[in-house]
């Protein structure tokens, strides 16, 4: 899955990120909340731990899931570009079924705007 996110910060620790994901015959748009928190001593390098829902469109079908992302991001110092690495996993509801996959993960590669 690929696509353009923003993420834009509330204030130093909490932040909301928007995205619109395609691949697989789908699309996938996604709102996520998410704490963030720098590593003491290591300049550029934070955590973020999050929650939102994601809605998918395709195939003749809609599906909604929740997601929890847990990743790590780097901020190349004097550079906007940033390096993010993290876990999703992800409660899918189906119809009437609801299923877990923790098998998610995400690379990111973002311009960042300071």
């Not at 709102?31 to 195939?59: D, E, K, R, T």
């Not at 003749?60 to 906007?80: H, R, S, W, Y």
């Amino acid at each position: 899955m690929v696509g353009p996110h923003a993420k834009y910060f509330f204030t130093p620790n909490h932040a909301g990120e928007a995205a619109v994901l395609f691949g697989r015959g789908a699309t996938f748009v996604h709102g996520v909340y998410s704490y963030n928190s720098a590593f003491p001593g290591v300049n550029g390098l934070s955590w973020h731990l999050g929650a939102g829902p994601s809605v998918a469109f395709g195939g003749g079908t809609t599906l909604f899931t929740l997601m929890a992302p847990l990743g790590v991001e780097f901020v190349i110092p004097k550079a906007p570009i940033a390096v993010s690495v993290d876990w999703r996993p992800r409660y899918f509801f189906i119809e009437n079924e609801t299923y877990f996959d923790a098998s998610r993960f995400g690379l990111g590669l973002r311009y960042t705007i300071k």
